[in-house]
């Protein structure tokens, strides 16, 4: 019976294109000695082969067991028929099906084989910054359609030499069927161009134009410099007149800046290193990383990431990064080529339009781009597994995997860091991180992109889901789109935040609800109040807001974020009926002149005002967000009064703690506050925090000591909640969710707090815990809903 010839029909699904899977099996089933064939088709990877049935099995094992590194197989299907007499195996044409979909490949960063063909200068693409292999180089950035082949990517207008050509058709070869093949004779190149500086002509004697670019950053120039998903702005990052011009022309004046360095060894000499920050660094993802920063023996200025204890940084993942940075023999900044807040430039016209006032030179190349992309970025908490904080090049489109199916949904994300989610079967296609909608020109990266992810996964949603927040654009969006759908569902933010937690880490429907805490900067909640320091007991199916930190008024609304002070004010005057009169340490120097001065001198016009609005409730919204108590206790104790990128009075104040206790298992006494039981569930009073905080002012007490204290506190009113929604509800199941909990000093002290009671806790692994993975919870609440009706 072993012996007896058949033919097995298998059927391929997964990330199996581009990875050089067919390659794979042409190889294998010559191993075997098997017969057929193998094609790509817009749903997968088919295969037909033929031969004894003992070594079809041992085949059908070895196609899973074997597979190349960067496939990902979700499922395989087999079935056996007489055979049909092939006589050879061979690479079939490949096929587009109507309504089919495949999952595909996001860009890989350059391998080892193609970098040691990059430096050897006896190699035909020495020093040649396209070069690529079917084990890396560009994908997604680059698919225009499927199934994946030459003609439906931006490579389709390069054709390939007989020496491409040859590598391309030979099955032994790594390059086999390799759809970005190139070389110097017939691929893309790279040429310098003017921006701000017009003279070109001290640049004719140099190798080549990477070896022309890294000479001009040496000068201290900044580059706009084309990548894989779009342009970089470029700068000698230990040249501290260099960095500073650079954050003049973007317009960001202490938001940290990535650098880029050449090597392992090179981030050594800047940077703490564990083994899993290692492992994540050199990934074929090459993300960012959120490294220690070795201050006192790095030359990396300070103001790229200025009242920073990290430095977010990533290998060369391109060719031309690779010789750029062995040329320029220093880390470079590497940051989007835009202005703040605007999307990734992503074509050549584009940029000259929108980088050209930024930029002192142009690296161009004519390989097109066809959709945008920026750096994925992460960090590992000392206590737990890595988690991004923003999601994009290298992972994206990769879907997350549902412990459920579901239906087609587009859910649109939120305002800050967006993302959409379109979803279909058990497959959740996050976006790559779209950005702040805050103008025109990210809304129509948000359209665009909609449509290619909805076209190349073959998703015509049935169902909208979109935040509470009647004015985020991505909300004016969905409801634009509504006459062409079935279902309109609005989702409140903090419960979508908690189950975008479930989703990460595959949460079952039939697990239960859990303890959800949401804490962020932010949030429309259903009473219309501005919520953010929440406690759920939540489910995919619908939450009860089962505890909040109390409302504090927020005089001047979006004032009261950009100028933390504000909130300072607000929350000691409804919490104590009164203002300081005193002076707060001045670490960092120039806290916030209102406290200084108290209700009377410089700025007492303000406080007057201030006080009114708080009284007359005029633009002055109530919010329970904890990421606003951060930064009202950043304001209060002189470490920032006003800020220029989000979240960075919460940072600063993380900041004052680490370096007055770098993260260990110190014991600190917080300071007091207080649990009320009220109609609508617990409510934690922080009169006791601020007159604490009141107090170790006036007796001088070290800034870096109260902020400690402060994190500690909030870990304990964390721990405290959740302990008394454990013994009231049974769960014993906590989700942790928002923006705060990228602070790796608060995720130190919550985590083992609420573990040494016995409760499990549920971390972000795959999509951020900040609003880039809103969608996500959006999508698989409006599955439920839509289900429930």
């Known amino acids: 019976m072993e012996n007896e010839i058949a033919l097995r ?57 074997k597979a190349p590194p960067l496939a990902c197989i979700e499922g395989i299907s087999a079935a056996d028929y007489p055979p049909n007499g092939y006589a050879t195996f061979e690479i079939r044409e490949s096929r587009a099906e109507e309504g089919r979909y495949q999952l595909i490949s996001p860009d890989i960063a350059t391998c080892l084989d193609c970098q040691r063909e990059l430096f050897d200068p006896t190699d035909r693409r020495y020093r040649y910054p396209f070069t690529n292999c079917t084990n890396c180089g560009p994908r997604f950035t680059i698919i225009e359609d499927i199934p994946y082949d030459r003609p439906l990517t931006t490579m389709r207008d390069f054709v ?74 470029a700068c000698d990052a230990t040249n501290q007149t260099a960095v500073r011009l650079l954050r003049e022309r973007k317009r ?41 920063w070795k201050k006192e023996v790095s030359n990396v200025c300070e103001l790229v990431a200025p009242r920073y204890e990290y430095l977010g940084v990533v290998l060369p993942y391109t060719p031309l990064h690779h010789v750029l940075l062995r040329d320029v023999k220093r880390p470079l900044v590497m940051t989007s080529g835009n202005l703040s807040e605007e999307p990734i430039a992503q074509e050549n016209e584009e940029a000259r339009r929108r980088l050209g006032h930024l930029a002192d030179y142009f690296l161009m190349h004519n390989r097109d781009i066809y959709t945008r992309f920026d750096d994925s970025v992460w960090f590992v908490p000392r206590i737990a597994d890595a988690q991004p ?9 990769f879907p997350i995997r549902l412990p459920f199916r579901t239906k087609h949904i587009l859910a649109c994300g939120a305002e800050l860091k967006n993302t959409f989610c379109l979803t279909r079967d058990e497959y959740a296609f996050l976006s790559q991180h779209i950005g702040d909608m805050e103008n025109l020109e990210t809304l129509e990266h ?20 979109y935040d509470m927040h009647p004015d985020y654009l991505a909300t004016k969006y969905a409801k634009s789109q509504i006459s062409n759908l079935k279902s309109q569902i609005p989702i409140q933010h903090h419960h979508a935040h908690i189950a975008a937690c479930l989703a990460d880490n595959g949460w079952s429907p039939d697990d239960g609800p859990v303890i959800g805490v949401a804490w962020d900067g932010t949030g429309y909640g259903s009473d219309g109040r501005i919520w953010g320091g929440e406690f759920l007991v939540a489910d995919y199916h619908g939450f009860r807001r089962a505890g909040h930190l109390e409302y504090l008024p927020m005089p001047g609304g979006e004032a009261a974020i950009r100028n933390p002070y504000r909130l300072a004010i607000g929350y000691l005057y409804a919490l104590t009926g009164q203002l300081p009169s005193f002076r707060p340490p001045t670490v960092p120097p120039n806290p916030s002149t209102l406290l200084r001065t108290g209700f009377g001198g410089e700025g007492g016009e303000e406080l007057r005002i201030i006080r009114q609005q708080i009284d007359k409730g005029i633009n002055c919204p109530q919010t329970s967000a904890g990421g606003r108590l951060f930064d009202a ?20 104040l993380e900041m004052a703690a680490q370096i007055q206790y770098p993260i260990s298992n110190i014991q600190i006494a917080g300071y007091p506050f207080g649990i009320e039981e009220s109609d609508g569930g617990k409510v934690i009073r922080l009169r006791g925090l601020f007159d ?87 999508a698989v609440i409006a599955s439920f809903t839509v289900e429930r009706r």
Not at 262 to 279: G, K, M, N, P, W
């Open 9 to 65: 029909r298998i059927n391929v699904h997964g990330v199996v294109q581009g990875v050089g899977f067919r390659p794979f099996v042409y190889r294998l089933a010559h191993e075997h000695a098997l017969t057929g064939w193998v094609l790509n088709h817009s749903g997968g990877v088919s295969i037909e082969v033929e031969g004894p049935l003992a070594v079809l099995d041992a085949f059908l094992r070895d196609l899973q067991a």
């Open 160 to 233: 390939m030499c007989a020496a491409c050509r040859a590598e391309y058709d030979e099955p032994l070869d790594r390059r086999f069927h390799a759809q970005p093949n190139a070389c110097p004779v017939c691929g893309p190149h790279l040429w310098l161009e003017p921006g701000l500086q017009e003279d070109l002509s001290p640049l004719a004697d140099f190798q080549d134009e990477i070896a022309c670019a890294a000479w001009l950053l040496q000068q201290g120039y900044i580059l706009a410099i084309k990548g894989l998903g779009g342009f970089h702005l």
């Open 252 to 292: 960001r004046p202490a938001k940290p800046l990535a650098v880029m360095m050449a090597t392992l060894e090179e981030i050594r000499q800047h940077c703490c290193l564990s083994e899993e920050e290692e492992q994540l660094l050199t990934s074929p993802q090459c993300p960012i990383v959120l490294l220690p």
């Open 389 to 397: 904080i923003r999601r994009a090049r290298g992972y994206a489109p």
């Open 446 to 465: 948000f359209e665009t992109t909609i449509e290619l992810y909805k076209h190349l996964f073959r998703i015509e949603p049935e169902v909208i889901a």
């Open 633 to 652: 206790v950043a304001a209060l104790i002189g470490v920032r009064e006003r800020v220029t990128y989000e979240a960075q009075a919460a940072i600063e």
């Open 692 to 778: 604490a905080l009141l107090a170790d002012l006036r007796g001088e007490v070290a800034v870096g000591e109260m902020a400690y204290r402060f994190h500690v506190t909030v870990a304990e009113m964390i721990g405290a909640m959740c302990e008394r929604i454990a013994r009231e509800t049974g769960l014993r199941t906590v989700a942790l969710s928002g923006g705060c909990f990228q602070n790796r000093l608060l995720l130190a002290l919550v985590v083992p707090r609420l573990r040494e009671v016995g409760l499990r806790v549920l971390l972000h692994r795959q999509v951020p815990c900040n609003d880039g993975g809103i969608s996500l919870g959006q």
